[in-house]
């Protein structure tokens, strides 16, 4: 029984223990932290077996656990980002600033984005506040539908909508701090004629 | 639940903008959808974006992939067993 039980556990969570690991990473910032919050998930995980639907979402019901053991157990422990403003973060901000500067040209911008390393990518989604960066991981990352989401972090379709599409702006103002601090582009504003 | 926008037959750039979110999510209705990719063959600045958005989507995917230790992951599942035995 015992056997079998373990058998069936490893055949349904082996296939997301890379997302779960990325997504972990991604929300304790640490190797080390992102183990123990994986294996802490699948203790958990493994224990409350029975009360999993046979046939219904696994990957959506194990990252709820994932969420939750991250809320309760290791939120406190990881540095927030200092104050953040949610000022003009109107909507296609990083276009819209590519746009307006003077290195650019219209070529190049399709481009752009070829200037990051993966490095830049996740030092700008590690500074987002923990619930956008949360939402972002995983409609944008994990594929999560808006559904999901909403059950796995257990809030509204209204709260996940407005929590991605800020985060998402969030995002992409961070990614526009980082291509000027790696001079990527500079911040001079075309004359407009 | 009927849309706010069932009763029109175009979407300006100011709605386009306003949309594009759950355009890149795949969440507008059917006619939502048509409209917006209507407005998207004639409008090129609106197109330019909504290309640009949706690149960054799957750039940010792509980018943010991590090295998993996937065996020392499995191996702290096979210990999890034998602790529960």
């Not at chain 1, 959506?60 to 656990?65: D, E, G, T």
């Not at chain 1, 406190?76 to 307006?100: G, N, R």
């Not at chain 1, 040209?105 to 481009?111: A, F, L, N, V, W």
Request: net charge neutral.
């Amino acid at each position: 029984m015992t056997e079998q039980r373990q058998k069936e556990f490893s055949e349904l969570v082996e296939p997301h223990l890379s997302s779960l690991y990325s997504t972990a990473l991604r929300m304790t910032h640490n190797q080390n932290d992102a183990e123990d919050l994986v294996q802490d998930t699948l203790y958990k995980a493994f224990r409350a077996l029975d009360q999993f639907q046979r046939n219904t979402n696994f990957r959506a019901w194990v990252f709820r656990i994932l969420v939750n053991t991250f809320i309760t157990g290791y939120r406190k422990a990881v540095k927030q980002p200092q104050k953040v403003s949610y000022d003009d973060l109107e909507e296609f901000f990083l276009y819209k600033k590519l746009d307006d500067t003077v290195s650019l040209q219209e070529s190049s911008k399709e481009d752009f984005l070829d200037n990051f390393f993966d490095d830049d990518v996740k030092g700008a989604l590690d500074s987002l506040p923990y619930q956008f960066r949360l939402v972002v991981l995983l409609c944008d990352v994990e594929g999560f539908s808006y559904n999901e989401i909403s059950k796995i972090i257990d809030a509204p379709l209204g709260t996940v909508m407005s929590r991605l599409y800020r985060g998402r702006r969030l995002l992409q103002r961070s990614l526009w701090n980082y291509a000027k601090k790696r001079g990527y582009v500079t911040d001079e504003v075309k004359k407009r004629s | 639940m009927k849309s706010k926008n069932a009763h029109k037959d175009h979407f300006d750039c100011a709605e386009i903008e306003e949309l594009a979110q759950k355009y890149i999510d795949g969440r507008l209705t059917d006619h939502e959808d048509k409209l917006f990719k209507e407005h998207l063959e004639y409008c090129v600045p609106c197109d330019k974006k909504l290309k640009f958005e949706l690149q960054l989507k799957e750039f940010v995917q792509l980018k943010s992939k991590e090295e998993v230790p996937t065996e020392k992951l499995k191996r702290k599942l096979n210990k999890l067993f034998e602790e529960l035995n």
